[in-house]
């Protein structure tokens, strides 16, 4: 063997050596918590989209100025202290001293004031504040004010909303357009974005925020200290359920945030794993009429649908399948929320199917129904949507209506339900759709997106009009607390006369991980602070 | 030769620039609108109207189509309209773990199907020949994902030899990243094993069949040296071709085996970019991939001249 053979092989020995030796196991020990998310991150700016998985990425880095806590009331997050004058008409707040952003720079008011204003020109709780406000301004490095034209009752409950939240970034980046995007992510919550291992569709990663100046209380719903207990967490897209699951089962992650539920006898049997339900408020499945053409254009035909739908336990099986999970719910704000009321409710709840037909039917005979086609959007590769559809669609038929249940995909979905026209202007028209909204964005007027219903036409995709269904839900964040569940009353009462929308039952989705970690809270959305892992 | 690489090269161009503007016109002419997928299920038409404009989603077809190629000639494939990534970048990212499959599946599936492919023309009829067949339908029937959850089972669940998904890349240590990519290669490779094996086996059966394999047995030559170096040498032809088809299959439609093994591959990159309407990757992945193909069939085309002396170019 010559001399550059022997340093050749030599070499190559020791490389293949340093490949084997360089495995993660090599590597410093430190504590990771991995996690299979609901979905992928693909968005950064938790202003620019209502998508959760960018809420919860928002969690990670950013703090918010409140936060609801264990009972749903809001509690000073970033916030130390906050008065509000007698008149309600200015409230002053005063920020927490050491905030830090991840840059190294201190949180200033600015910041707290820019991020309310970029905030508040798209999401739909900050827009209606905005008309309430005169200004938002600093008075100080570490004080700011909102002072209203008028009082508003729910200031705190928007700056404290938990499913789009008010993160606060730093004011540069709160300065952007709200409809361009923010691709920055330095916050001052209680983890880092670590932005060169990010791989859209496959990976994310945050580490520990050391500069991070948790609260002193202890930990209670999204409030209190939020004390991050891992050094370093992960999430991983596994696209296949069966895949996130069986990984699950040999430890490669720790938790996954929404397990499929046909999935869950085999997560059960394992003793080493937790299934449990955090969110206690649930989601609300939804299916949405076009109102601006026939026949969900007559109020009638849409209180058809109504007896048509009757039993919800028939959408929520078909979604979930897991009785544990499911609660038939008529009520337009959530049921188990102090908003849950039966006003309005009429007699399609009881559920005798034969009854509910015959009425439906007489209903649609009323509403001048003909046997026109009704296009109900079925996007196929999104369970929760597609099983819907097609129960809906069974549900019509049964009725006597002509149903073209149109196989799409939730892209094509997200674009041909902005179609106002009819089939005779555009063949792409659309009679239904379904999604669902989180309960605790559902459970307010205020939040509740399919339920304005203002007749200008710029209203959620459907676009319902009544002048007398607007006027009570704008009385809503007028009112003091103790008059708001009278409002909330008649405005269900009017909503089931009109029929924005049909609730096709409440359901919760559970979180499965493994039992060497503790500390998962009960939040209606999965956060990963105060979770240690043994 | 050169003359005709230089053609060839030549003649891909068009290939390309036509595939660039079908692939163009026909994701803005299907329907989707990533603007209300990015202002989510609860933005009204206003909003989604707004983040349409900043993106210049309303912008005339072909003022889009002229941005985007005045930016390809410039080498920049745009960035995605989603995380704003360089399309270059999430590329990038995901060809590692694309070419290692291939490698991987082609090197496990070349080493078994040819040998059971020649194995199964010689003794053709034989027990053997029939079992090869039927190993061959057996991996053409079963789906990939059933073989894959049964793969994951068997050697990740049961025997704890191996990590259910994931991957890991080179730099991070050889055996993490082996053992991420041995179920599913295995799993790819038990199609292209029976796709390989049977048309080796056709192949060599024609081959077996002419007169100078009579001439050389009787000869005197040994088995093996007729059927590897007079019988195979001659039957490669349609063999390369197979090949070369599934290097161009494997590094662009393995979304299946890349979705159950987690795996960050080009396949799921596109199928997530389709989903989404992410125009820009979706066109920057065709243009690689649309490049990738002319470039296997370039070397197809090669590899017959070397194994075959009578095609000349």
Same mark, same amino acid.
């Given at each position: 063997m010559s001399v550059y053979r022997r340093n050749a092989f030599r070499a190559t020995a020791a490389g293949a050596l340093a490949l084997i030796l360089a495995s993660p196991w090599s590597a410093i020990a430190q504590s990771v918590l991995r996690l299979v998310p609901q979905a992928d991150l693909k968005i950064l700016d938790t202003v620019q989209t209502t998508n959760n998985i960018t809420s919860n990425h928002g969690y990670m880095v950013y703090d918010t100025l409140f936060s609801l806590d264990g009972k749903l009331a809001a509690k000073p997050q970033m916030v !130390?202290?906050?008065?509000?004058?007698?008149?309600?008409?200015?409230?002053?707040?005063?920020?927490?001293?050491?905030?830090?952003?991840?840059?190294?720079?201190?949180?200033?008011? =600015?910041?707290?004031?820019?991020?309310?204003?970029?905030?508040?020109?798209?999401?739909?709780?900050?827009?209606?504040? %905005?008309?309430?406000? =005169?200004?938002?301004?600093?008075?100080?490095?570490?004080?700011?004010?909102?002072?209203?034209?008028?009082?508003?009752?729910?200031?705190?409950?928007?700056?404290?909303?938990?499913?789009?939240?008010?993160?606060?970034?730093?004011?540069?980046?709160?300065?952007?357009?709200?409809?361009?995007?923010?691709?920055?992510?330095?916050?001052?919550?209680?983890? %880092?974005?670590?932005?060169?291992?990010?791989?859209?569709?496959?990976?994310?990663?945050?580490?520990?925020?050391?500069?991070?100046?948790?609260?002193?209380?202890?930990?209670?719903?999204?409030?209190?200290? =939020?004390?991050?207990?891992?050094?370093?967490?992960?999430?991983?897209?596994?696209?296949?359920?069966?895949? #996130?699951?069986?990984?699950? @089962?040999?430890?490669?992650?720790? @938790?996954? $945030?929404?397990?499929?539920?046909?999935?869950?006898?085999?997560?059960?049997?394992?003793?080493?794993?937790?299934?449990?339900?955090?969110?206690?408020?649930?989601?609300?499945?939804?299916?949405?009429?076009?109102?601006?053409?026939?026949?969900?254009?007559?109020?009638?035909?849409?209180?058809?649908?109504?007896?048509?739908?009757?039993?919800?336990?028939?959408?929520?099986?078909?979604?979930?399948?897991?009785?544990?999970?499911?609660?038939?719910?008529? #009520?337009?704000?959530?049921?188990?929320?102090?908003? !849950?009321?039966? #006003?309005?409710?009429?007699?399609?709840?009881?559920?005798?199917?034969?009854?509910? *037909?015959?009425?439906?039917?007489?209903?649609?005979? !009323?509403?001048?129904?003909?046997? $026109?086609?009704?296009?109900?959007?079925?996007?196929? !590769?999104?369970?929760?949507?597609?099983?819907?559809?097609?129960?809906?669609?069974?549900?019509?038929?049964?009725?006597? %209506?002509?149903?073209?249940?149109?196989? *799409?995909?939730?892209?094509?979905?997200?674009?041909?339900?902005?179609?106002?026209?009819?089939?005779?202007?555009?063949?792409?028209?659309?009679?239904?759709?379904?999604?669902?909204?989180?309960?605790?964005?559902?459970?307010?007027?205020?939040?509740?997106?399919?339920?304005?219903?203002?007749?200008?036409?710029?209203?959620?995709?459907?676009?319902?009009?009544?002048?007398?269904?607007?006027?009570?839900?704008?009385?809503?964040?007028?009112?003091?607390? $103790?008059?708001?569940?009278?409002?909330?009353?008649?405005?269900?009462?009017?909503?089931?006369?009109?029929?924005?929308?049909?609730?096709?039952?409440?359901?919760?989705?559970?979180?499965?991980?493994?039992?060497?970690?503790?500390?998962?809270?009960?939040?209606?959305?999965?956060?990963?602070?105060?979770?240690?892992?043994? | 030769m050169y003359v005709f690489l230089i053609r060839r090269v030549l003649a891909a161009i068009p290939v390309v620039v036509v595939v660039t503007i079908f692939v163009f016109a026909l994701l803005h002419l299907a329907p989707g609108d990533p603007a209300a997928i990015i202002a989510g299920d609860l933005a009204t038409a206003e909003d989604v109207a707004k983040i349409r404009a900043k993106l210049g989603l309303d912008q005339p077809l072909m003022i889009q189509f002229f941005t985007w190629a005045g930016q390809l000639l410039r080498g920049d494939l745009g960035n995605s309209i989603f995380s704003a990534h360089p399309v270059s970048q999430l590329i990038g990212q995901r060809l590692e773990p694309t070419l290692t499959l291939t490698v991987m599946t082609l090197f496990i599936s070349i080493l078994l199907a040819v040998p059971l492919g020649v194995i199964a023309a010689w003794r053709v009829g034989s027990w053997i020949d029939r079992g090869v067949m039927g190993f061959a339908v057996f991996g053409f029937s079963v789906p990939g994902f059933v073989i894959g959850y049964v793969l994951i089972w068997v050697f990740a669940i049961e025997l704890d030899w191996l990590p259910v998904q994931g991957y890991t890349p080179l730099a991070k240590g050889f055996w993490p990243w082996l053992s991420n990519i041995i179920l599913p290669s295995v799993t790819l490779a038990l199609a292209y094993m029976a796709l390989i094996a049977r048309i080796t086996r056709a192949a060599m059966l024609e081959t077996l069949s002419q007169d100078y394999i009579r001439t050389a047995h009787a000869k005197g030559l040994a088995t093996p040296h007729v059927l590897l170096r007079h019988a195979l040498h001659n039957a490669a032809v349609p063999i390369v071709t197979v090949i070369g088809i599934g290097v161009a299959l494997l590094i662009g439609g393995v979304v299946v085996t890349e979705s159950v093994f987690a795996i960050p591959g080009l396949g799921r990159l596109t199928v997530d970019a389709i989903l989404r309407r992410d125009y820009p990757v979706i066109q920057g992945i065709i243009l690689v991939f649309s490049g990738a193909y002319v470039l296997v069939n370039l070397i197809v085309d090669m590899l017959y001249t070397v194994l075959d002396p009578r095609i000349r170019y």
């Open positions: !130390e202290s906050y008065s509000k004058s007698p008149d309600s008409l200015t409230w002053k707040f005063k920020l927490r001293p050491g905030l830090k952003f991840h840059d190294g720079q201190a949180v200033t008011a =600015k910041d707290a004031v820019a991020s309310i204003l970029r905030f508040s020109k798209r999401i739909p709780a900050g827009v209606t504040m %905005m008309q309430f406000a =005169k200004e938002i301004v600093a008075t100080g490095g570490d004080t700011f004010e909102i002072r209203l034209n008028k009082p508003f009752g729910l200031v705190l409950e928007t700056l404290a909303g938990p499913e789009n939240p008010l993160f606060v970034t730093r004011e540069a980046d709160a300065q952007l357009d709200p409809n361009t995007a923010m691709t920055t992510a330095i916050g001052s919550g209680p983890f %880092m974005f670590v932005r060169e291992e990010w791989v859209p569709g496959s990976k994310v990663v945050y580490k520990k925020n050391p500069d991070y100046k948790p609260r002193s209380e202890p930990a209670d719903g999204f409030a209190g200290g =939020k004390l991050a207990k891992v050094d370093r967490v992960e999430w991983l897209v596994i696209p296949d359920s069966n895949t #996130a699951v069986q990984a699950l @089962i040999k430890g490669e992650v720790d @938790i996954i $945030e929404i397990p499929q539920t046909d999935l869950l006898p085999l997560v059960r049997k394992d003793p080493n794993i937790t299934v449990k339900v955090i969110d206690r408020v649930g989601t609300q499945a939804i299916y949405r009429m076009n109102h601006l053409i026939p026949p969900f254009n007559n109020a009638k035909a849409r209180q058809a649908l109504l007896y048509a739908t009757g039993d919800q336990r028939d959408y929520l099986s078909s979604m979930i399948g897991f009785a544990e999970y499911e609660k038939p719910c008529w #009520a337009v704000f959530i049921c188990g929320t102090p908003f !849950e009321t039966q #006003a309005g409710v009429g007699d399609w709840a009881k559920g005798d199917k034969k009854a509910n *037909i015959e009425k439906a039917k007489a209903l649609l005979k !009323e509403a001048g129904y003909k046997g $026109e086609k009704v296009v109900v959007l079925d996007p196929v !590769e999104t369970h929760l949507a597609h099983a819907q559809a097609v129960v809906t669609a069974q549900k019509l038929r049964e009725i006597g %209506m002509t149903v073209e249940l149109a196989a *799409i995909d939730w892209g094509t979905q997200s674009a041909r339900r902005q179609i106002k026209d009819g089939p005779d202007k555009n063949p792409g028209a659309w009679n239904i759709f379904h999604t669902w909204g989180g309960g605790l964005a559902m459970n307010s007027p205020l939040s509740n997106t399919p339920t304005p219903s203002a007749c200008d036409g710029k209203n959620w995709f459907g676009w319902p009009c009544d002048e007398e269904l607007e006027k009570i839900r704008l009385e809503f964040p007028l009112a003091p607390p $103790e008059k708001q569940k009278e409002i909330v009353e008649r405005l269900q009462k009017r909503f089931y006369e009109v029929v924005p929308y049909i609730p096709a039952g409440q359901f919760f989705a559970p979180v499965a991980f493994r039992k060497n970690l503790s500390g998962i809270l009960d939040t209606p959305r999965l956060v990963l602070w105060n979770i240690e892992k043994k | -």
